[in-house]
């Protein structure tokens, strides 16, 4: 009889619609989560990246300026040094363009960012 009655409690509209429904936000949740920690890996890896990539832009300014100079004085001419280093990156802006128009940039970031989001070690 008893267990009757429990059966039937179990059985209930109200119950089973309340068991869905916090099954149903449970799972939201872990899904809002999901997200949030995916979110910040991108976030967290975007801003390592413009760091890292300003650090390298000063270290190649820096090491633009020494070369000019070095040309400059082994030349032995005032303007020299930095007509050869502005070439000089001429020509990596003329290959990384190349690079961009065959998609190997686009490859590599999509393949990166995959790398990120696929990431299980949360």
């Known amino acids: 009889m008893y267990m009757i009655k429990l059966l039937l409690q179990l059985f209930k509209t109200g119950t089973i ?5 916090g099954l149903f936000q449970s799972k939201i949740e872990n899904i809002k989560m999901d997200f949030y920690k995916k979110l910040s890996n991108v ?7 413009i760091i890292i990539s300003f ?7 820096f090491l633009g300026f020494g070369l000019s100079f070095y040309l400059n004085i082994v030349l032995e001419s005032s303007y020299l040094g930095f007509l050869i280093v502005g070439a000089l990156f001429f020509i990596a802006t003329w290959m990384m363009s190349f690079a961009i128009k065959a998609g190997f940039l686009h490859k ?9 989001l696929d990431n299980k070690n949360d």
């Open 108 to 116: 590599t970031l999509r393949t990166l960012l995959l790398l990120i």
């Open 43 to 49: 976030l967290a890896s975007i801003v390592l990246i």
């Open 17 to 21: 619609v309340d068991t869905v429904q």
């Open 55 to 61: 650090v390298a832009l000063m270290m190649m300014l």
